[in-house]
């Protein structure tokens, strides 16, 4: 008989929703907690701002209109989510970290953080259990003596280390969760914080290399995306490379690597895609407004496309759980971007990866870069907004928003997150806007109005 994480007597039952973010459990709230936080965001922003909510029922629900509840609640957080005033508000994001505190049962403490550099090396900063997101990126650049113009400019990622050395990209840290809980909730030494560059223009460089902390932490990166392989580089520019580090040329090795192939990019553990058939195998790695691919046909031959981001008419990530015999819970995610491939000729292209959703976030951030530049809008400003948690629509004309967050309960249903990335004119260079749409899914469980 298969163990199930809930206790299936009626009394017994939590009544709770969990939500889950990259497939890993963020928190677990339930029905009168979410109740209390429409009333929050109702009496702060009027009734004609914020979306139905699912009414109370005085009997016992049945399993029919537990998952009619369910519908109704994921379609109200994907509405307040999305709401570029609501989803961005501090009300919304504190909720979603308070529970994420209460959920994992951590207090509030101060506590030591080690956050990673690219080149392995630590900093250590004392935060507090229930500090967020910017706190903590603010507390590492306070100890690395980085001036507050450039903060923005960098963000904190959690990532997984494997076996060789490689790194994993998880996800951005995001405005709406505790670092420190994030991470240690994860009971495994192998996952950690780094602080990497948060823009894809290299013309920004300059901007942080004035300084000499940010030109350190570029110079590191730099070094340690060569030696890691994620930039390509043949025997001559090695020795020059070599010869720059060893005269202490930091800003000249920067500059001979973003003449390199894949500077700035990040590069993905291997996956499937359906392109340019199904079943392939495929490195992706995104930088310079692309995905680009390395893809293993199944003849053994190798080839390698980009995607521009400026051709992608729309995206969206896909999430589907099931369970094993063994009653392991299984979550397959997919990106899904429908590309322009000629005048008139649009194609899905499908990657089947764990990494889905960093993939998407990159192509976001992408985005909004470029719809910054185009509007003539400036960078840092950007940057800044987005360092604080609040980039709204009208900072890059109809920006893409932040990722979703998926909720569910540990069962077999399907469950989906919808993300809409730019959309394409007739022309493949022109930016138009934008809209982003990610779904909550909600699975719940129990007599929900306790």
Excluded at 33 to 46: A, D, R, V
Excluded at 245 to 261: A, D, N, P, Y
Excluded at 266 to 294: M, R, Y
Excluded at 342 to 365: D, E, F, G, H, Y
Aim: aromatic residues 8%; charged residues 25%.
């Amino acid at each position: 008989m298969s163990k199930s994480i809930f206790p299936q007597n009626k009394t017994n039952l939590l009544p709770a929703y969990n939500i889950h973010v990259n497939g890993v459990l963020h928190c677990r709230v339930r029905y009168s907690q979410l109740l209390g936080l429409h009333e929050q965001i109702k009496k702060e922003y009027g009734n004609n701002v914020v979306p139905a909510f699912p009414p109370k029922r005085i009997f016992t629900l049945t399993p029919a209109e537990v998952e009619q509840r369910r519908e109704q609640l994921e379609k109200y957080m994907q509405a307040v989510r999305q709401d570029p005033i609501l989803g961005a508000s501090e009300m919304f994001n504190s909720f979603l970290r308070k529970a994420q505190q209460e959920t994992q049962q951590i207090p509030t403490e101060e506590v030591p953080l080690e956050i990673y550099l690219s080149n392995g090396h630590k900093v250590k900063v004392n935060i507090l259990t229930s500090d967020q997101t910017e706190d903590v990126l603010e507390a590492v650049a306070l100890k690395l003596d980085l001036p507050d113009d450039l903060v923005g400019y960098f963000s904190l990622f959690l990532v997984r280390e494997g076996v060789d050395g490689g790194l994993t990209f998880i996800r951005k840290l995001q405005e709406f969760e505790l670092p420190y809980v994030s991470v240690t909730s994860l009971r495994s030494s192998d996952f950690h914080i780094i602080l990497r560059k948060s823009y894809w223009d290299t013309a920004y460089d300059s901007n942080v290399m004035e300084n000499r902390v940010g030109l350190n932490l570029l110079y590191t990166q730099t070094v340690s995306d060569i030696e890691r392989g994620w930039i390509l580089v043949n025997k001559d520019q090695h020795r020059q490379l070599k010869s720059l580090q060893e005269k202490g040329s930091k800003k000249e090795l920067i500059r001979l690597g973003q003449t390199l192939k894949y500077f700035g990019y990040i590069k993905f553990d291997p996956c499937i895609t359906d392109f340019p058939e199904k079943g392939c195998h495929v490195i992706v790695s995104a930088g310079n407004n692309e995905l680009n691919f390395h893809v293993k046909l199944p003849n053994e031959q190798m080839k390698e496309g980009s995607f521009k981001v400026t051709r992608m008419r729309c995206w969206r990530v896909t999430s589907s759980v099931s369970r094993s015999p063994q009653n392991a819970c299984d979550v397959k995610l997919e990106l899904a971007f429908e590309y322009l491939m000629s005048k008139n000729r649009l194609q899905w292209v499908t990657i089947t990866s764990p990494q889905a959703i960093m993939m998407s976030i990159c192509l976001q951030s992408m985005v909004d870069e470029l719809m910054v530049k185009k509007s003539g809008g400036s960078i840092t400003k950007m940057l800044r907004k987005r360092h604080n948690g609040s980039l709204h629509r009208s900072d890059s004309q109809q920006a893409v928003k932040s990722p979703p967050i998926l909720v569910r309960t540990g069962t077999t249903k399907l469950s989906s997150v919808s993300l809409r990335g730019i959309t394409a004119s007739n022309s493949a260079n022109d930016i138009s806007g934008s809209d982003f749409h990610g779904n909550y899914a909600f699975e719940g469980i129990g007599d929900d109005d306790l």
